[in-house]
């Protein structure tokens, strides 16, 4: 047996589990890392409706919000966050935010100092559903992506100013 390939294979190191109950499960997106090494994520579902999670190697995990769904939050995060330089997350959820009676649509998100704010609640028309991480220009601009909605149903690309 050529054991060539294995040995130029690294190691792995477990840095934390998710346990669904208090900090998530299934989480989606590509971790962010801030200045001081802190891992950033968000986990899709959790004994609530997802997570947005901070993890340190002194502190461990810690979940920062537990979204509930309905009409003042979001639910159901499927990509990561990106941080300002205030320490600020924003990112999107797939489904919350209801607009009209179970009309959920997905909204975008910013966490700050442990308050999460809608700064945008999809109603469908302008696309529903979003689940890529969120982009941050140099101006605070966010950009994304819909997976459904629109004009056609088929999606959407967005920005939302400050």
Do not use: C
């Not at 910013?110 to 559903?129: I, K, Q, R, W």
């Amino acid at each position: 047996m050529h054991h060539g390939l294995l040995s130029k294979i690294g190691k792995e190191t477990v840095l934390f589990y998710f346990n669904d109950e208090t900090n998530g499960s299934l989480p989606w997106g590509t971790p962010f890392m801030d200045a001081s090494g802190a891992l950033y994520g968000t986990a899709e579902e959790s004994a609530f409706d997802g997570t947005v999670w901070r993890f340190t190697k002194k502190g461990g995990v810690s979940v920062l919000h537990q979204f509930v769904g309905g009409k003042s939050d979001g639910a159901y995060p499927r990509a990561g966050v990106v941080l300002d330089s205030k320490g600020n997350l924003y990112g999107d959820t797939e489904w919350g935010g209801g607009i009209g009676f179970e009309q959920f649509y997905g909204t975008v998100y910013e966490l700050s100092g442990g308050t999460l704010t809608l700064l945008h609640v999809f109603s469908g028309s302008d696309g529903s559903f979003p689940v890529g991480t969120v982009l941050r220009d140099a101006n605070g601009n966010l950009y994304g992506a819909t997976t459904a909605g629109g004009s056609y149903g088929a999606g959407t690309v967005w920005e939302i100013s400050p």
